[in-house]
């Protein structure tokens, strides 16, 4: 029985940009919003899309993705034909051949995809916050008649040479594919999010296989192809909510961007669309009689004497009274000892932070508004120590130290 569109998941990315959190994780299981991973998003997109039919591209520190996804059932993809399904890059005799591109990603699993005969296939990256019906993107796609549809957004025309930008006439077609230009055509951002008639991508992934030249990349190699051959490429716009999430900063603010989801436009408790995750399983959280919780969000399992504003707390989170935490991402079971400062930073999981211990501090100016003190999973600041507003931490601070 044929599947009508099969969705690829591209979650190999090392996430080199998130330095000291994606050390030993592979970006998609960085976790966000007090109890979801980032792959939770694609991936809840998916079920509430009607696509039960999902391979998941994966490469750097893949163990804790594959442990976090197991058979699919948080997200309704346990199914007998379908479902979702991990896959590494293949194995040969000689051992492992890495992907090499996205494209090439994609072209190692064509028999993964053959055994479903879709007549489309959606990819999406495993990087990105995003909540989008990609359901309204096929609907797009069929009613252009196109052979391939990019997921486009505005942006503003100061910022539009960071991303690969799509031209396109007033039918929304493209016409040409600007990446990275100094001189921008078009304010419609690549949200690297692509359907494909499954036929088209075919026959262009072997093409680019072919090539030795290729990088084998989609924005580098298969775009700039399917225009050559001036193929029915269309730009759908999308204006919901949407984030790369591959620096510090960004990830900071879309944490911080949870808290406000009138004005964000992000909202985790929206029943409509929900966004499935594979829960913590932990105890309901506990604010105790000298604890104050403003403005945040507070997972399972947290127990707060403290003070705790405008932060996220992820599950198991301890605050001893005393610490104040305040614009803050705090992540799985951390401890923050009693009279420690922890402000405007992301502690990653298991990291405990010394008594009277100071971490990041609050920008005095708009412009250092990007600077997010990091501190890395299982990491202590021993007590009394000092971490700058822009520190990266990987090792453990001691008593009294400066970073």
Sequence with gaps: MAK???????????????????????????????????????????VNSGIDTVGILTQYQPFVLNEYIGNGQPWDLDRLYG????????????????????????????????????????????????????????RFHKEKGAEFSVAVMEVPWEEAGRFGLMVTDENDKITEFQEKPKNPKSNLASMGIYIFNWDILKKYL???????????DFGNNIIPNLLRDNRKMYAYRFNGYWKDVGTISSLWEANMEVLDPEHS???????????????????????????????????DGCRIQGYVKHSILFAGVTVEEGAVVE????????????????????????????????VGEQPADEKDKGKVATIAPGITIGAGAKIGPDAMVYDDVEEGGVR
């Design 83 to 138: 479902g979702v399904h991990v896959l590494p890059p293949y194995q040969r005799a000689s051992g492992s051949d890495w992907y090499k591109g996205t494209a090439n990603a994609i072209y190692q699993n064509i028999s993964f995809i053959e055994q479903y005969d879709p007549k489309y296939v959606i990819i999406l990256s495993g990087d990105q916050i995003c909540k989008q019906d990609y359901s309204d993107f096929l």
């Design 206 to 216: 072997e093409e680019d296989e072919a090539d030795p030249e290729s990088e084998n």
């Design 327 to 358: 614009d803050a991402v705090v992540m799985g079971n951390t401890v923050i000892k009693s009279g420690a400062s922890v402000k405007h930073c992301i502690v990653a999981e298991k990291a405990i932070i010394g008594e009277n211990a100071c």
């Design 265 to 299: 436009g992000i909202d985790l408790f929206d029943e409509q669309w929900k966004i499935y995750s594979r829960n913590s399983g932990k105890t309901g959280h506990y604010i105790g009689d000298k604890g104050v919780v403003e403005n945040s969000m507070i997972t």
């Design 4 to 46: 009508e569109m099969v969705a690829m998941l591209l979650a190999g990315g090392q996430g080199s940009r998130l330095y000291a959190l994606t050390q030993k994780l592979a970006k998609p299981a960085v976790p966000f919003g007090g109890k979801y991973r980032i792959i939770d998003f694609p991936l809840s997109n998916c």
